[in-house]
């Protein structure tokens, strides 16, 4: 969580220019305890000549980024003829080699020279100070998902100053006075004062690497949740300004674009989507009873799909089957095990699932199974599509946490949720719940819900049923199905998708006569889904004795009506649309061809200026390998620390000087000086000087000893999911974007954006 405030921010009407020689940072850190505390930091560069300049207190390598429309020279002469490249890439990062005849008088119009290069190797050339604003935290900030229907944010409006946007957020009437504006954009006007706004198209940052680097901010009170006002530079790789080619409200292009209204996608582009369907299911014995009747529900769902012929060859299915550590008990015969590496079209995915999905008859050590690894499994052995991603999970029992000997994964269930969004998977999991095991009830919600936490939507993509009545479980993937239906053959047959397609529902009796599904009605086309809400059947509770019908869209005039065996509830109903309305979303951004805005700095609050309980913006860590290999290494240590500490009885330093020693590493530790983690010289100093809570940073012996038992062991399995989720990071290839063209084969200088959320 960020607390910082920039104090010497020098702003003028078009430009905002940090003063680098006397840049001071406010940081509040949050103790145990409660209080607040104040620390003052004034930078201290040191350059070394030849060597990349580094701050004294972090350790980092010193970034500048350089304005719109900057040349490099090869010396320290501002002439046409010693221009080494014109017009570098804006507001990109750039590593600093040196400082010379630095004047900050006017600091409008600073003189001197900083020396720079594309990696920390070596320099290219010269650019002048005017030129360039020092970057030193490499803080960033990432687009949320936009949502869909009620869950919808407003896209981010980029003011000129901080003055107009603390205006704005001031104001009495917030919400009416920042509707006109978006009012105005939509008529294409440019409102006064906004530079820029955000595409309607989502952009998704792991998808469509781009850079917003935060220049400064300033936290807001006035609401309910903490919210920040963000000073930030937007920059786009492998691209450079050109005149009349600007992301502003200035250029008549954009500015049409930007006006434009619901997202959608017509054409080619929607005829040709396609799902992915991969079930991860529970295999184990405790499941027997339970993998018939969910094998029942997948072929039900399978047939459904594929009964439509334009939707039977966009559809394919897969499944993945998960029990427990065959290290700990070898007889399960696998701990996670994909049937379908290469996804199956509908008929071919029946007959496996029906000749090759069974439980196991052995029985597992305990009831909780490794629920991380088959989703894992999932994500990273099947050959995925380029269209929509669901994951549909479906047990009886939680998973084992990290650090449990029969957790293979490492990961818990942030982690998972994660790696998902990372490969644009949405989840939708169903917890079969039988009273015989109501102990494990509540673990499972949790981390079924944790997983099923889906981008652009507020609550999980959760639903429990009751296993004694198996007529709930089977309307859940028959609802399903039909949404999907509905969604594709409408888009093949209109050439249109529209996230924000209607779903209604009604009771009634079950003597109701069946009405048509998808494909069996007359009717020439195929009406896009219209815009609406939800309408839940009354009660809407599982349980209920009466018939449901869900109407999914139309054909031609005659609207698509699916019976279901038991009624589903209007929540499960509602979360339904929502995840496949974001899932759409996200699709949609990645073939639009939606650029973010580029070459301008701007301010933007990180929440929706008219509903600020929806976060806009996502703060980042831009780091690079070295970076995440420093940090696993000091968590392992910490890791190890505290279950040592923990075993052995011995005060959590001592235990940490235990470790260490072993290590033989040689790191200069003064433990009896250190009365905190965060004196001790262990973790990087980088991480020390990001603002947010940490309570890793302020764990000293005090505050280990006045944690209970339950909190020590909920520490050490957040810190050991949060270590095996940058091992992953770290292994992953792809996920390492690269800074300039230098960059595209140098590992050690590729970054990743990493949440702040997920820092220890």
């Known amino acids: 969580m960020l607390y910082t405030t920039y104090t010497t921010s020098i702003q003028s009407t078009r430009r905002s220019y940090i003063w680098p020689a006397f840049c001071a940072v406010s940081l509040l850190a949050s103790s145990l305890s409660g209080g607040l505390a104040n620390a003052q930091t004034t930078y201290d560069i ?37 221009v080494l490249a014109a017009n570098v890439k804006a507001f990109f990062p750039v590593y600093v080699f040196d400082r010379q005849e630095m004047d900050y008088a006017d600091p409008a119009n600073p003189k001197g020279w900083y020396q720079v290069g594309s990696t920390t190797s070596q320099p290219l ?210 701990t996670k095990r994909n049937f379908t590496p290469a996804l199956l079209e509908g008929t071919e995915f029946i007959e496996l699932v029906d000749r090759e999905v069974k439980e196991t008859k052995v029985d597992s050590k305990d009831y909780s199974e490794e629920v991380y690894a088959g989703i894992k499994e999932a994500l990273d052995s099947t050959k995925w599509r380029g269209g929509l991603r669901f994951l549909v999970l479906v047990g009886d029992a939680s998973a084992h946490d990290p650090g449990h000997p029969q957790n293979t994964t490492g990961l818990d269930a942030l982690g998972i949720r994660r790696l998902a969004d990372e490969a644009n998977a949405y989840i939708f999991a169903i917890h079969l719940q039988s009273e015989k095991f109501s102990a494990d009830w509540p673990a499972t919600e949790k981390q079924f819900g944790q997983i099923a936490a889906n981008k652009g939507v507020d609550k999980p993509t959760l639903a429990s049923v009751n296993v004694a009545k198996p007529e709930e479980f089977e309307s859940l993937p028959n609802l399903f199905a039909s949404m999907m239906a509905g969604v594709i053959t409408g888009a093949q047959k209109t050439g249109s998708v529209d996230p924000n397609f209607n779903v209604t529902s009604t009771s009634g009796r079950a003597s109701t006569p069946a009405p048509a599904t998808a494909g069996e009605t007359g009717g020439s086309e195929t009406a896009s889904p219209q815009v609406g809400t939800s309408q839940a059947a009354p009660g809407g509770e599982l349980g209920e004795t009466a018939a449901q019908t869900v109407t999914v869209g139309k054909l031609g005039e005659t609207a698509v009506n699916i019976p279901l065996p038991a009624p589903v509830p209007a929540s499960v ?120 809570k940490s309570t890793i940073l302020e764990m000293s012996d005090d505050s280990f000893e006045a944690m209970t038992p339950a909190q020590r062991s909920e520490l050490e399995k957040d810190l050991k999911g949060k270590l095996q989720y940058y091992k992953n990071i770290s292994e992953k290839v792809e996920a390492w974007k690269p800074l300039s063209e230098q960059d595209q084969d140098a590992n050690a200088n590729k970054v990743y954006p990493l949440a702040l959320d997920v820092l220890p």
Request: net charge neutral.
């Open 46 to 82: 040191d350059c070394q000549p030849g060597k990349v300049c580094r701050e004294k207190s972090t350790l980092l390598p010193l970034r500048a980024l350089p304005r719109p429309f900057s040349n490099l020279y090869k010396s320290k002469e501002a002439k046409d003829d010693n």
């Open 125 to 334: 050339g010269w650019m002048q100070a005017k030129d360039v604003m020092e970057w030193r935290q490499a803080l960033v900030v990432s687009y949320t998902h936009p949502g869909v229907g009620d869950e919808a944010r407003k896209p981010v409006l980029m003011f000129d100053t901080k003055q107009a946007l603390e205006t704005l957020v001031g104001t009495s009437d917030r919400p009416a006075q920042a509707n006109k504006l978006y009012e105005q954009i939509k008529n294409q006007q440019k409102p006064a004062q906004v530079i820029s706004v955000e595409p309607r198209q989502f952009i998704d940052i792991e998808n469509k690497f781009y850079i917003l680097p935060v220049l400064g901010f300033k936290v807001e009170n006035r609401f309910d949740d903490e919210t920040r006002l963000l000073q930030i530079a937007a920059a786009v790789p492998q691209q450079r300004s050109s005149p009349g080619n600007e992301t502003t409200l200035e250029n008549m292009e954009f500015k049409k674009q930007s006006a434009t209204g619901e997202v959608k996608a017509e054409g080619e582009v929607a005829k040709s989507l396609t799902a992915d369907i991969v079930f991860v299911m529970d295999l184990t014995k405790s499941m027997g009873p339970f993998v018939e009747l969910t094998k029942k529900a997948i072929i039900s769902l399978t047939r459904r799909l594929i009964e439509t012929p334009q939707v039977s060859k966009a559809v394919k299915f897969g499944i993945v089957g998960y029990r427990d550590s065959i290290k700990i008990i070898p007889d399960l015969e696998f």
């Open 573 to 692: 109903i509602q979360s339904l649309q929502n995840v496949i309305g974001s899932a759409l979303v996200d699709y949609l951004g990645g073939v639009s061809g939606a650029k973010p805005p580029r070459d301008v700095t701007f301010w933007a609050m990180d929440r929706d200026l008219v509903d600020p309980k929806k976060k806009s913006l996502e703060v980042r860590l831009l780091i690079n390998r070295e970076d995440l290999s420093s940090l696993i290494l000091a968590l392992e240590r910490v890791t190890d620390a505290l279950a040592t500490a923990e075993l052995t009885q011995m005060k959590f330093f001592e235990s940490l000087q235990a470790i260490l020693g072993e290590a033989a590493k040689g790191q200069d530790i003064n433990f009896e000086k250190a009365k905190k983690l965060a004196e001790s010289n262990l973790l990087p100093k980088w991480i020390e000087s990001l603002p947010y």
